[in-house]
Nanobody
Framework: QVQLVESGGGLVQAGGSLRLSCAAS????????TGWFRQAPGKGRQFVGS????????NYGASVKGRFALSRNSAENTVYLQLNSLQSEDTAMYYC?????????????????WGQGTQVTVSS
């Protein structure tokens, strides 16, 4: 069973930055892709971005493209999500998830494992 732990969330002013981490443990060798999603109160889970483990290919949701950036440290089994130019609309719980096979990266149901989330709050 793969375990995922997110960290790095917090309260930040509009225009500020945060870096979120997703640390994986357990049988991670077959991980194909790690994705990030976010969910604001009363809203559905929204795709933020994804990164493949073998080639580092990234994809981003339209609302964050150009502001957020994904990277990975394979040796530490950790994926990082850099959040820049934060806006109040970015306030949400941020979750990372992993899939052991190719998936439609924007479809939450296709991921195998999920973390508990880390809260990001942007004050205007």
């Amino acid at each position: 069973q793969v375990q995922l732990v997110e960290s790095g969330g917090g309260l930040v002013q509009a225009g500020g930055s945060l870096r979120l981490s997703c640390a994986a443990s357990g049988p991670t060798a077959r991980t194909y892709v790690t994705g990030w999603f976010r969910q604001a109160p009363g809203k559905g889970r929204q795709f933020v971005g994804s990164i493949t483990w073998s080639g580092g290919q990234t994809n981003y949701g339209a609302s964050v493209k150009g502001r957020f950036a994904l990277s990975r440290n394979s040796a530490e089994n950790t994926v990082y999500l850099q959040l820049n130019s934060l806006q109040s609309e970015d306030t949400a719980m941020y979750y990372c998830a992993t899939a052991m096979k190719p998936v439609r990266v924007g479809v939450a149901l296709e991921y195998d494992y999920w973390g508990q989330g880390t809260q990001v709050t942007v004050s205007s």
